[in-house]
T-cell receptor, first 113, second 113 residues
Framework: GNSVTQMEGPVTLSEEAFLTINCTYTATGYPSLFWYVQYPGEGLQLLLKATKADDKGSNKGFEATYRKETTSFHLEKGSVQVSDSAVYFCALSVPNQGGKLIFGQGTELSVKP | EAQVTQNPRYLITVTGKKLTVTCSQNMNHEYMSWYRQDPGLGLRQIYYSMNVEVTDKGDVPEGYKVSRKEKRNFPLILESPSPNQTSLYFC????????????FGPGTRLTVT
């Protein structure tokens, strides 16, 4: 079946450190891949997306590349800020399944000043 | 402002007492969905709707009902809530399938005692 696996959290970093959150997936067909972010007390917001192999999604200094050969979509940011503290979800959507998103378990990021 | 609204935001109830969580979107989206979020499990889809009067089960539909009588509204109904339905619930909408961004509501935290 279709599934998403993320690295476990929580992840604690100092401000300006480099961030990587690993995400791998299993899917039939050709999924679209997403990263969503959830700030404390809020709903999920789309952070970035990629719809085909080798696409790179980017937003707010975050980026992730759709790697079909390794079935991965790792999230990276070169220099994190305290305001990046949130829970990050990797997700996939498979065509012809009503747009359903399949989420990883989420990774909590805490950035300290 | 484009948004998905949910009510109530917080609800504490007792086992067996029927409740409804409302969801409304103002973006004229065709696709709407309900998810529940539980620690270590990410978000899991409960039900979805691809248009008015068209609904279908997601991955965890047991104990829930939905209806889609109007395009903008997609209420979630718990006819006889049980403690294992204590969770954080999110409604989402999008204009179509797959690569289209899903917009999430702010969440409803439900506790069933």
């Amino acid at each position: 079946g279709n599934s998403v696996t993320q690295m476990e959290g929580p992840v604690t970093l100092s401000e300006e450190a480099f961030l990587t959150i690993n995400c791998t997936y299993t899917a039939t067909g050709y999924p679209s891949l997403f990263w969503y972010v959830q700030y404390p007390g809020e709903g999920l917001q789309l952070l970035l997306k990629a719809t085909k192999a080798d696409d790179k999604g980017s937003n707010k200094g975050f980026e992730a590349t759709y790697r079909k050969e390794t079935t991965s979509f790792h999230l990276e940011k070169g220099s994190v800020q305290v305001s990046d503290s949130a829970v990050y979800f990797c997700a996939l959507s498979v065509p012809n399944q009503g747009g359903k998103l399949i989420f990883g378990q989420g990774t909590e990021l805490s950035v300290k000043p | 402002e484009a948004q998905v609204t949910q009510n109530p935001r917080y609800l504490i109830t007792v086992t067996g007492k029927k409740l409804t969580v409302t969801c409304s979107q103002n973006m004229n989206h065709e696709y709407m969905s309900w998810y529940r979020q539980d620690p270590g499990l990410g978000l899991r889809q409960i039900y979805y709707s691809m248009n008015v009067e068209v609904t279908d089960k997601g991955d965890v539909p047991e104990g829930y009902k939905v209806s889609r009588k109007e395009k903008r509204n997609f209420p979630l109904i718990l006819e006889s809530p049980s403690p294992n339905q204590t969770s954080l619930y999110f409604c989402a909408s999008s204009s179509g399938q797959g690569i289209n961004e899903q917009y999430f509501g702010p969440g409803t935290r439900l506790t069933v005692t």
